[in-house]
């Protein structure tokens, strides 16, 4: 959390890296995206992609999406290598989220009696809409430990291939435990495996809580 281009914000920055040379599905990747968020409605503000493919002669592209939520509309600008959707302005509903954002919102949300819910998503160059519900509380046990847990699954709509089950840990940090995600040539997993203990910000969780869940030790 800082202050961020003029704005207090949380700034969640993800990584994806393929570590097996030549994984065939994707080649070579390592993609950092960074999201610019809110901290009151954990809605964007700035979306940077930095995207770089292959090792020999790598294809590598930066784009900035500024989304002013106020005006509903999200402009593309292109800052390295790409040329799709570069000066481009997309009208957007209010309250639209990226992933990173989704997924700081809903670990804040109440999910005592929550039915299906619906989010405005901007995914790329698309705008998705996203059908949340709870389906259900128990333990789960992942490669860090034994969770209370709670699963919600994420539909985006007119997509059913790319259906995701997200589980998080059933506290006040609703730490992300384990993903199942849909994709165009299977589904992908993602599990937590290790985790450092922070302290809690004002404004909404940062890392897992002190007390932290059953059978749980950080690398």
């Given at each position: 959390k800082g202050l961020y281009h003029?704005?207090?914000s949380h700034l969640i920055q993800t990584r994806v890296l393929t570590l097996n040379e030549g994984w065939s599905v994707f080649g070579e990747i390592d993609n950092q995206y960074s999201s610019y968020i809110d901290p009151r409605s954990y809605l964007p503000h700035r979306l940077v992609s930095s995207l770089r493919q292959g090792r020999v002669n790598?294809?590598?592209q930066e784009l900035l999406v500024s989304i002013d939520q106020a005006q509903a509309t999200a402009t593309f600008s292109a800052t390295l290598g790409a040329t799709m959707g570069d000066g481009i302005r997309m009208a957007i509903p209010s309250s639209t989220f990226d992933l990173s954002s989704l997924l700081l919102a809903l670990r804040t949300a109440d999910l005592t009696n929550v039915g299906r819910?619906?989010?405005n998503v901007l995914f790329d160059h698309q705008l998705l809409e996203i059908d949340i519900?709870?389906?259900e509380r128990r333990q789960l046990s992942i490669q860090s430990g034994t969770f209370n847990a709670?699963?919600?699954?994420l539909s985006p709509r007119g997509q059913g291939r790319y259906r995701t089950t997200?589980?998080?840990s059933d506290d006040a940090e609703?730490?992300?435990l384990l993903i199942r995600a849909g994709t165009s040539f299977g589904e992908v997993r993602a599990e937590l495996t290790g985790a450092t203990l922070t302290a809690r910000s004002k404004n909404g969780p940062v890392g897992l809580a002190a007390a932290g869940p059953t059978n749980f030790t950080p690398p």
């Open positions: 003029g704005r207090e790598a294809q590598q819910t619906r989010y519900e709870l389906v709670v699963c919600l699954r997200l589980w998080m609703r730490t992300p």
